[in-house]
């Protein structure tokens, strides 16, 4: 864990827009399906202080892993319940799917401009706004674990909620629990279970090689 200004400077700028449009995504898409809730509680928005958590910001600053607001929304409100709620669950990570391109193309861009890329800031800068894209994949990445609380879970636990709501909330219940003990214990004992870097690595790489860095 560090605190130093370039750690904070390189993780925080990722983190705020990608915890922000990733709510922004579940709300605006909740409302297109037919749910007020989000919009009502002013969560269709770009402003990065109607998402952000600031417990869960911190602890991605300085453990790798964190939080936003939930976006909440009433599944009785929309037209498709089951398809719906998973299309809602979804749009925040591949709205971080989105973003990480963004930066991939800005980057790409910027590795065009000669007076950037030959010289050390210029290039170190190109480089920042990468580990942003990679941070985003990240997100992505993570959030798509079907482990509760994590957007992955929606794509089982809205069918399990019909037939079984006790059983659901003990999936939340003990899925929550563990997704921590995972987390801790890659950390303390340096073990890798969830293979997050793995996947994203090779999401990085395939961007890389097809955008045509050299």
Not at 12 to 18: D, E, L, T
């Amino acid at each position: 864990m560090s605190l130093e200004l370039t750690h904070i400077l390189t993780i925080a700028p990722a983190a705020i827009i990608g915890l922000t449009v990733h709510e922004f995504a579940h709300a605006y898409t909740a409302f297109k399906l037919g749910d007020n809730t989000a919009k009502d509680d002013g969560r269709i928005t770009l402003n990065p202080m109607k998402h952000i958590d600031w417990l869960g910001f911190f602890l991605i600053i300085i453990a790798g892993f964190g939080w936003a607001k939930p976006v909440i929304f009433n599944p009785s409100n929309l037209k498709n319940k089951h398809r719906d709620e998973i299309l809602i669950s979804l749009a925040g990570p591949f709205s971080n799917f989105v973003v990480a391109l963004i930066f991939f193309i800005l980057a790409r861009f910027l590795y065009t401009v000669d007076f950037l890329s030959s010289s050390p800031i210029g290039f170190d800068f190109i480089k920042l706004i990468i580990t942003w894209g990679i941070i985003n994949f990240g997100l992505f990445v993570f959030n798509l674990i079907p482990l509760p609380p994590l957007d992955g879970s929606h794509l089982y636990m809205t069918f399990i909620q019909d037939v079984n709501p006790k059983l659901m909330m003990n999936f939340y219940k003990y899925g929550t629990i563990a997704l921590f003990a995972i987390i801790i214990a890659e950390g303390q004992f340096d073990i890798n279970i969830l293979h997050i870097s793995e996947v994203v690595g090779g999401i990085t790489s395939f961007f890389i090689q097809l955008l045509g860095f050299r």
